[in-house]
């Protein structure tokens, strides 16, 4: 899916394609309604990293997912492209604390 949000800064466009890999729980998300909501981030303004971290927050709170990985990959803009990833249950948090 292509996200379109907004930089709050500059106001210029941020075109993003999204990834969404999870293990299921007891519950599942239907496509349409994942579309129609990842749609509602068009025109939003936003950083990068904050719109990743928001729809894993949701998606978690939707579905309660035993692990998910959600990629966001920003295309560049002056010069630089991004790709955020942030993932359910935050392992890379756990390995810091041992």
Same mark, same amino acid.
Do not use: W
């Given at each position: 899916?292509? %996200?379109?949000?907004?930089?709050?800064?500059? #106001?210029?466009?941020?075109?993003?394609?999204?990834?969404?890999?999870?293990?299921?729980?007891? %519950?599942?998300?239907? =496509?349409?309604?994942?579309?129609?909501? %990842?749609? =509602?981030?068009?025109?939003?303004?936003?950083?990068?990293?904050?719109?990743?971290?928001?729809? %894993?927050?949701?998606?978690?709170?939707?579905? =309660?997912?035993? #692990?998910?990985?959600?990629?966001?990959?920003?295309?560049? &803009?002056?010069?630089?492209?991004?790709?955020?990833?942030?993932?359910?249950?935050?392992?890379? &948090?756990?390995? &810091? &604390?041992?």
């Amino acid at each position: 899916m292509i %996200l379109l949000p907004f930089c709050p800064i500059t #106001g210029q466009p941020d075109f993003a394609r999204i990834d969404i890999d999870y293990v299921p729980d007891g %519950l599942c998300i239907e =496509s349409k309604s994942l579309k129609f909501y %990842l749609a =509602s981030y068009r025109n939003e303004r936003a950083f990068n990293e904050a719109v990743t971290n928001h729809i %894993l927050d949701d998606f978690v709170k939707a579905c =309660s997912p035993r #692990g998910v990985i959600a990629t966001a990959q920003f295309s560049a &803009r002056g010069g630089i492209a991004l790709t955020v990833r942030v993932e359910y249950p935050d392992t890379a &948090r756990e390995r &810091r &604390r041992k």
